[in-house]
């Protein structure tokens, strides 16, 4: 399989604990995005990656989130201190080469977090 | 800033009826447009997309053609299958105003009876 992975698929914590999640792009695509999806909600951005280099975060990026891609392979998402309000759907999508307005991203299954 | 509104499901029809989806954007410079489609338990799917003013995008038998005059995106397909039942949303991507992250509607939820 070539697609995007992500793992877990889904993960149920408490608040207050920590959760860290993974995403496998498409072998040499070297952007990545990671969304959150809420219920009845479109995706919202959450930051990309440009190989290693971490460009761009949104504002949903609080300062209890933090994202990594160690040698612009394989990219973790970690979520410190969950909240409630933290439960949702994170999609990781890659694409494959500098940002040009035809560059489709391809999106992972998913990790639903729930948060009690 | 950027954003996309699309009209809100749920979206009942008949199969063989016709479909059509509504999306308008707000957005600077000139956008690219897409439809993702997310059948249910699987993840986002491209479904096609539009690069430049008046292009028209098809997969699949859905159509929807790029049109700036009136910043419209609208999903199209003249005979729907069960089978394309799913959730549709639209976004456009800026690589004017931002890094290309896509910036997506509300989606609208298809069902379609035999």
């Known amino acids: 399989d070539t697609g995007v992975s992500q793992n877990p698929r889904h993960k149920i914590t408490k608040r207050g604990q920590n959760v860290t999640f993974r995403c496998d792009p498409i072998?040499?695509?070297?952007?990545l995005y990671w969304y959150r999806q809420t219920l009845g909600q479109g995706p919202e951005f959450l930051t990309y990656?440009?190989?290693?280099?971490?460009?761009?975060k949104s504002r949903l990026l609080s300062d209890r989130f933090s994202a990594e891609r160690p040698k612009g392979s394989f990219s973790t998402l970690e979520i410190q201190r969950t909240e409630q309000g933290d439960s949702a759907m994170y999609l990781c999508?890659?694409?494959?080469?500098?940002?040009?307005?035809?560059?489709?991203?391809?999106f992972g299954p998913g990790t639903r977090l729930t948060v009690l | 800033g950027d954003s996309v509104t699309q009209m809100e499901g749920p979206v009942t029809l008949s199969e063989e009826a016709f479909l059509t989806i509504n999306c308008t954007y707000t957005a600077t410079g000139y956008p690219s447009l897409f439809w993702y489609v997310q059948y249910p338990g699987e993840g986002l799917q491209l479904l096609l997309k539009?690069?430049?003013?008046?292009d028209k995008g098809s997969n699949k038998g859905f159509e929807a053609t790029y049109r700036k005059e009136t910043t419209s995106f609208h999903l199209e397909k003249g005979s729907v299958q069960v089978s394309d039942s799913a959730v549709y949303f639209c976004a456009l991507a800026n690589y004017g105003g931002s890094q290309g992250n896509l910036i997506f509607g509300k989606g609208t939820k298809l069902s379609v009876k035999p």
């Open positions: 072998s040499e695509h070297n952007r």
């Open positions: 999508a890659s694409s494959p080469r500098k940002a040009q307005s035809t560059d489709t991203q391809y």
């Open positions: 990656f440009q190989n290693e280099a971490q460009l761009e």
């Open positions: 539009a690069t430049k003013a008046d």
